[in-house]
């Protein structure tokens, strides 16, 4: 397997098509993979993001942000997106991610990392549970955490 490296400015490109292959999949909106590469290698410049590159097309991306945390000096990661491409799902270029994911999360200061996913994909679901993520306040019993949005 092909190891995960941060992607820098010049890397928005490919970014960008990744990103975007990823919303056309679920058949969400996007817009077209230039438009994409040039948020990306903007929020990249101003340090907002990381952006983690996995696979030789490269094949996978994840996305990190930073919040202030209320409760806690370290601040929250958040994992805004995640995703390999479908003809290598399965050979870990996902369980990469999100380690590598996880460790910039450290190194950007964070205390914890927070992500959201379909109820319906099940596949993502068992890699974070795996990895140690929940979706229960508190405790393994405890009651269900949900993700509410809104658009304004």
Known sequence: MDTVRRAGEADAPAAGRLLHDFNAEFEEYTPPPEVVAVRVSELLAQGAIAVLLAGEGPDGIA???????????????????????????????????LQAAMEVAREMGAGSIELNTGETDRAARGLYEATGF?????????PRMLFYEREL
């Open 63 to 97: 996305v990190i942000s930073k919040r202030p945390a209320l409760f806690s000096g370290g601040g929250v990661a958040l994992l805004e997106e995640l995703y390999v491409a479908p003809a290598l799902r399965g050979a870990g270029l996902g369980r990469a991610l």
């Open 134 to 142: 929940t979706n229960r306040e508190g405790t393994p019993d405890g």
